[in-house]
């Protein structure tokens, strides 16, 4: 057997786990944890401005490709405190982040130490299991049940807490023979499968609704294989988008209050029967559950069986792996389909499918200031099939979400429940740390990007390379719309004489300023047609200079985006496309 510190063997477990990146910030209650990674090596370490950024960094990193576990570290009390965003992000969307934080010594733990804190309580409600390992030999078996539980079941974080004493206490372990333990997935059986086909075959509108549970579990081929030989139309959800591809002629959009398609939502409210995978049925996915659930049967498959009835009961319910559950939903298809028993969904499909040329927002407007939609219209005409956009909340995302288009799975990353400011710059840097080749794309309001903006120093530092679209309006955007309800504009404005930049027009902050003096480049653009070469440009630098790039659209200060209480209640605001030229790259316009 090997000696070691308890540190030292917390590290070879995370590399026989597969971590070969961190994400953190040092300090002297987790130095110890950092002398282990640099004696031990073979784990990479990116530096975050912010402890809140090293977690996103992490949740960034896990959603990139399939079997990823970022891993981010901290000092004790506010570091731990910083990261409890991240994992409740991460909790929310069912995201496996390990967080390793360091902590006062035991003997110091009840006498009010400094930055000691119980960070095991004030984590436990947003983690699957949040430890102070008050034992040094319990430090990697403490890691290697964080692993498996991480991995079992619905995914989530754990955050490891470890006392200062216990990673420098010596203890007996060795990493040559360490395995990691099996993870746990529920798995549907045959008859459950047998009797949901039952119910879809009755059927004369089905749809299938994609979950982010089919992007964690991987099975975005079989979903669309699943959809292939049963002719079903697919609705991905916010987190599934990407799990079939926009242009594919099964795809019939995102339904919701926000981030939807009309083609969606009226395709939704003409089915007769869903089937929903991997997915929790969101408020701002299903609006008013009456007008959701009326006139339709629902089929239920998720991983967590406290999922199954939580939103509305269904017709029926499964608890499964996606994964598995589509694996015995193709075995059970293709079976039908030499029998030559499945129905004939054409008519079905192509209904969809003409709602889905027919039924689009405008995009092309030429007024200056520059309308959002304007923006995505010609990001559109830059951005390919195998972008990775990031985005987290606000009017940018939902009106993204409206007019952007995603082929792959994990090719929209994006922090659905939890909605934090300024996640999109850490989680983007995550994310080109995990695939370093990928052209990543990040999106971002005003106001989430000043959140974090900090974190750009790392992309310069680190030379990890994105482009980020900043659409600026000056303004807390979504809160503003909001706020119309209550008949008042009030604390959301950004506006400001900014007595440095003059040229800007009192839109507050200089944006290109900050982020040159962070180390990055950055562009601005005040009317549409500059848009496209200002992306192009940007591209160029990025591949230069290795350093993320922004690009500012100075936005009109006032804009509502399409969104409402219910589905058959969304609130247009602004013209409908009644031509091609109206729209000119919707997906309809690009196939």
Same mark, same amino acid.
């Given at each position: 057997?090997?000696?070691?510190?308890?540190?030292?063997?917390?590290?070879?477990?995370?590399?026989? /786990?597969?971590?070969?990146?961190?994400?953190?910030?040092?300090?002297?209650?987790?130095?110890?944890?950092?002398?282990?990674?640099?004696?031990?090596?073979?784990?990479?370490?990116?530096?975050? !401005?912010?402890?809140?950024?090293?977690?996103?960094?992490?949740?960034?990193?896990?959603?990139?490709?399939?079997?990823?576990?970022?891993?981010?570290?901290?000092?004790?009390?506010?570091?731990?405190?910083?990261?409890?965003?991240?994992?409740?992000? #991460?909790?929310?969307?069912?995201?496996?982040?390990?967080?390793?934080?360091?902590?006062?010594?035991?003997?110091?733990?009840?006498?009010?130490?400094?930055?000691?804190?119980?960070?095991?309580?004030?984590?436990?409600?947003?983690?699957?299991?949040?430890?102070?390992?008050?034992?040094?030999?319990?430090? =990697?078996?403490?890691?290697?049940?964080?692993?498996?539980?991480?991995?079992?079941?619905?995914?989530?974080?754990?955050?490891?807490?470890?006392?200062?004493?216990?990673?420098?206490?010596?203890?007996?372990?060795? =990493?040559?023979?360490?395995?990691?333990?099996?993870?746990?997935? =529920?798995?549907?059986?045959?008859?459950?499968?047998?009797?949901?086909?039952?119910?879809?075959?009755? #059927?004369?509108?089905?749809?299938?609704? #994609?979950?982010?549970?089919?992007?964690?579990?991987?099975?975005? $081929?079989?979903?669309? /294989?699943?959809?292939?030989?049963?002719?079903?139309?697919?609705?991905?959800? %916010?987190?599934?988008?990407?799990?079939?591809?926009?242009?594919?002629?099964?795809?019939?959009?995102?339904?919701?209050?926000?981030?939807?398609?009309?083609?969606?939502?009226?395709?939704?409210?003409?089915?007769?029967?869903?089937?929903?995978?991997?997915?929790?049925?969101?408020?701002?996915?299903?609006?008013?559950?009456?007008?959701? +659930?009326?006139? !339709?049967?629902?089929?239920?498959?998720?991983?967590?069986?406290?999922?199954?009835?939580?939103?509305?009961?269904?017709?029926?319910?499964?608890?499964?792996?996606?994964?598995?559950?589509?694996?015995?939903?193709?075995?059970?298809?293709?079976?039908?389909?030499?029998?030559?028993? %499945?129905? *004939?969904?054409?008519?079905?499909? /192509?209904?969809?499918?003409?709602?889905?040329?027919?039924?689009?927002?405008?995009?092309?407007?030429?007024?200056?200031?520059?309308?959002?939609? !304007?923006?995505?219209?010609?990001?559109?005409?830059?951005?390919?099939?195998?972008?990775?956009?990031?985005?987290?909340?606000?009017?940018?995302?939902?009106?993204?979400?409206?007019?952007?288009?995603?082929?792959?799975?994990?090719?929209?990353?994006?922090?659905?429940?939890?909605?934090? %400011?300024?996640?999109?710059?850490?989680?983007? %840097?995550?994310?080109?740390?995990? *695939?370093?080749?990928?052209?990543?794309?990040?999106?971002?309001?005003?106001?989430?990007?000043?959140?974090?903006?900090?974190?750009?120093?790392?992309?310069?530092?680190?030379?990890?390379?994105?482009?980020?679209?900043?659409?600026?309006?000056?303004?807390?955007?979504?809160?503003?719309?909001?706020?119309?309800?209550?008949?008042?504009?009030?604390?959301?404005?950004?506006?400001?004489?900014?007595?440095?930049?003059?040229?800007?027009?009192?839109?507050?902050?200089?944006?290109?300023?900050?982020?040159?003096?962070?180390?990055?480049?950055?562009?601005?653009? +005040?009317?549409?047609?500059?848009?496209?070469?200002?992306?192009? /440009?940007?591209?160029?630098?990025?591949?230069?200079?290795?350093?993320?790039?922004?690009?500012?659209?100075?936005?009109?200060?006032?804009?509502?985006?399409?969104?409402?209480?219910?589905?058959?209640?969304?609130?247009?605001?602004?013209?409908?496309?009644?031509?091609? $030229? *109206?729209? =000119?790259?919707?997906?309809?316009?690009?196939?």
């Amino acid at each position: 057997m090997a000696r070691m510190t308890a540190a030292e063997a917390a590290v070879h477990v995370l590399r026989k /786990e597969g971590v070969d990146v961190a994400f953190g910030v040092p300090g002297a209650a987790i130095n110890p944890f950092y002398a282990a990674l640099r004696k031990v090596g073979g784990i990479d370490h990116v530096l975050a !401005r912010h402890v809140e950024g090293a977690s996103h960094m992490a949740e960034g990193y896990t959603r990139t490709q399939a079997g990823n576990i970022g891993v981010c570290i901290g000092t004790s009390g506010p570091a731990g405190t910083d990261m409890i965003t991240g994992l409740y992000s #991460a909790s929310a969307d069912s995201i496996p982040i390990l967080c390793i934080t360091g902590q006062a010594p035991r003997s110091r733990l009840h006498k009010e130490d400094f930055q000691a804190v119980d960070i095991q309580a004030i984590a436990g409600p947003v983690t699957k299991w949040a430890v102070t390992v008050l034992e040094p030999a319990q430090v =990697p078996r403490a890691i290697q049940q964080a692993f498996q539980l991480m991995r079992s079941s619905r995914p989530g974080p754990v955050l490891i807490d470890l006392p200062v004493d216990v990673q420098m206490s010596e203890i007996e372990f060795d =990493p040559d023979t360490y395995e990691p333990l099996p993870a746990y997935k =529920p798995r549907a059986s045959r008859a459950q499968i047998e009797k949901a086909m039952a119910m879809l075959d009755e #059927a004369e509108r089905p749809l299938i609704v #994609a979950g982010g549970g089919i992007i964690n579990a991987d099975a975005s $081929a079989l979903l669309q /294989e699943f959809a292939e030989l049963t002719g079903v139309p697919v609705i991905p959800t %916010l987190m599934g988008w990407g799990s079939i591809a926009d242009d594919h002629p099964l795809m019939a959009g995102m339904v919701g209050l926000q981030t939807s398609h009309r083609y969606g939502n009226a395709t939704l409210l003409e089915s007769d029967f869903v089937m929903g995978i991997g997915n929790r049925w969101a408020n701002r996915h299903t609006g008013n559950l009456e007008t959701y +659930t009326k006139g !339709r049967k629902f089929v239920h498959v998720d991983i967590e069986p406290t999922q199954i009835g939580r939103i509305f009961g269904p017709d029926y319910g499964i608890v499964s792996d996606a994964k598995a559950a589509l694996e015995l939903f193709v075995e059970l298809a293709r079976e039908r389909k030499a029998a030559g028993t %499945l129905k *004939d969904r054409s008519a079905w499909a /192509e209904s969809c499918q003409e709602r889905k040329r027919t039924l689009l927002r405008k995009t092309h407007f030429d007024e200056v200031p520059v309308k959002p939609q !304007r923006v995505y219209e010609e990001m559109n005409k830059v951005f390919g099939r195998n972008t990775r956009y990031i985005s987290t909340i606000g009017l940018s995302q939902i009106a993204g979400a409206q007019f952007l288009h995603v082929y792959k799975p994990r090719h929209w990353i994006n922090c659905g429940q939890a909605g934090p %400011l300024g996640w999109t710059i850490p989680a983007a %840097l995550g994310v080109c740390k995990a *695939d370093p080749s990928a052209e990543v794309v990040a999106l971002s309001g005003d106001y989430d990007f000043q959140f974090m903006i900090e974190e750009l120093a790392v992309g310069a530092q680190f030379n990890l390379p994105y482009i980020h679209v900043l659409v600026n309006n000056s303004y807390l955007g979504l809160i503003r719309q909001a706020q119309r309800g209550f008949d008042m504009d009030y604390c959301v404005q950004l506006s400001f004489e900014n007595v440095n930049c003059p040229e800007i027009n009192e839109y507050g902050v200089d944006h290109v300023s900050v982020v040159e003096g962070l180390g990055c480049k950055a562009l601005r653009v +005040t009317r549409p047609d500059e848009i496209v070469p200002a992306l192009k /440009e940007a591209k160029e630098l990025m591949t230069q200079y290795r350093v993320p790039v922004v690009v500012e659209v100075i936005l009109e200060r006032v804009t509502n985006i399409a969104m409402g209480t219910d589905l058959d209640a969304i609130n247009e605001f602004e013209a409908l496309a009644d031509e091609g $030229a *109206d729209a =000119p790259t919707s997906i309809a316009q690009l196939t």
